[in-house]
């Protein structure tokens, strides 16, 4: 008799390996909060678990929004507005609106402030079955208050059944007080790494290498930093232009390079090589309605894996459906239903550097997303709505 603590049953699987890797009729059991078993139902060893019928409901790795900046201040719905009457996102951060308009707002923010904020924002993804959620800090750029935006996503992580990664985005602009002296902000930046670390704050450390924020050189020192405390990097990379982005973050082995709309075919080959993910924004593309798109064929002709992200934040994605993530980066980009959702599983925690989740397989972390929907192109095929019937988290309901 199998030792299985609960098992799932009447329900149809994409385990994500090899493709969608679609079993219908399937079962998965769980033992110790790990995947132990999942395949047909017919092959289901023995067991006395109890059993949860899904009712015909698909089954997928509960899903992993791997680029957010879900913690922040305030909202721009005031620069929104200014674009629809004309001005562009780069002009806007120009004159000290965008980025820095959040970083002032969340200046002025308690802990406990950003966290009741950002609550009703990563309900809203856990609703459509995430439960591995990236957060960025980046709108504080001065030590107390990149500390307290990271103190907040990790707390988020105790208020809900979701796991958290952290990203250190000191590097995210440059703060008004430091205007004309940005590599000074930079090295301020790189020595922020250690003591964050120290606290368990950081997983990963970000950087935006862009012309309106750093340059490639500045990004290097920041990473050189994080490589020094031992933390992988990610990078927001050739969004606006092409700055070498995709090639610098490969030579760092970033984890993944992230927006990538101007990365050049050589930078995205230098990517696959380093094993970097290639995590895509659709929702950024579509809100600023940059009109060049990631060069999608350049990603499958180098091998990249592809993730999607929200990118959820105040400025440029404010993105509150990973779902719809899904439709946009089909639609947008014309990526398969298949790639999208690797895109939002396997691919997604390969660009948190987890791989102990995004796939059906024994020894992965019993993270499920249960959903009401006849095949799993619906996940990609609806705009809004939500087909979430359940969520489990290390093995149990949530
Ligand atoms: O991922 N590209 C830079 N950072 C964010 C935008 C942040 C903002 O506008 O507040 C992004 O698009
Ligand atoms: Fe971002």
């Known amino acids: 008799m199998a030792e299985f603590d609960r098992v799932w049953v009447n329900a149809h699987l994409c385990t994500m390996q090899d493709g969608l890797g679609v079993v219908r009729d399937g079962a998965v059991a769980a033992r110790d909060g790990r995947i132990a078993w999942a395949g047909p139902r017919g092959e289901l060893p023995a067991t006395e678990a109890p059993r949860t019928d899904c009712g015909g409901a698909w089954i997928l790795p509960g899903l992993i929004d791997c680029h957010t900046h879900l913690v922040f201040g305030g909202n721009r719905a005031g620069e929104f507005e200014r674009r629809l009457a004309g001005a562009t996102y780069e002009e806007i951060a120009r004159e000290g609106g965008g980025i820095l308009s959040t970083v002032r707002a969340t200046?002025?923010?308690?802990?406990?402030?950003?966290?009741?904020?950002?609550?009703?924002?990563?309900?809203?993804?856990?609703?459509?079955?995430?439960t591995t959620i990236e957060v960025k800090s980046g709108y504080g750029l001065e030590f107390e208050a990149e500390r307290r935006m990271l103190r907040a996503a990790r707390a988020l992580g105790r208020e809900r059944a979701v796991s958290v990664a952290t990203s250190f985005l000191g590097a995210h602009a440059v703060p008004p007080e430091y205007r004309g002296r940005q590599g000074e902000y930079a090295a301020l930046v790189a020595g922020m790494i250690a003591p964050l670390a120290e606290e368990g704050l950081v997983d990963a450390v970000d950087a935006f290498c862009e012309r309106i924020a750093f340059t490639p050189a500045e990004t290097a020192a920041v990473f050189q930093a994080a490589r020094e405390c031992?933390?992988?990097?990610?990078?927001?990379?050739?969004?606006?232009?092409?700055?070498?982005?995709?090639?610098?973050?490969?030579?760092?082995?970033?984890?993944?390079?992230?927006?990538?709309?101007?990365?050049?075919?050589?930078?995205?080959?230098?990517?696959?090589?380093?094993?970097?993910?290639?995590?895509?924004?659709?929702?950024?593309t579509y809100f600023i309605r940059e009109e060049r798109h990631p060069d999608i064929a350049a990603m499958r002709a180098a091998g990249l894996r592809m993730a999607i992200a929200t990118d959820m934040n105040p400025g440029s994605s404010p993105a509150r459906s990973l779902l719809l993530m899904l439709n946009m980066a089909c639609t947008l980009y014309r990526l398969t239903v298949e790639e999208a959702l690797l895109g939002v599983t396997r691919h997604a925690a390969a660009a948190l550097g987890l791989a102990d989740r995004g796939m059906l397989a024994p020894g992965m972390r019993c993270d499920l997303a249960l959903y009401r929907i006849d095949a799993p192109a619906e996940l990609c095929y609806w705009l809004g709505g939500n087909p979430c019937a359940g969520r489990v988290v290390a093995g149990r309901d949530a």
Do not use: Y
């Open 107 to 130: 200046r002025a923010a308690s802990e406990d402030a950003l966290i009741a904020s950002a609550l009703p924002r990563l309900d809203g993804l856990l609703a459509e079955g995430v």
């Open 230 to 284: 031992g933390l992988p990097v990610k990078l927001h990379a050739d969004q606006l232009s092409d700055l070498g982005g995709a090639a610098l973050a490969a030579r760092f082995g970033a984890l993944s390079a992230d927006h990538l709309e101007h990365a050049s075919a050589e930078g995205l080959a230098a990517m696959a090589a380093a094993g970097s993910v290639a995590v895509l924004l659709p929702g950024a």
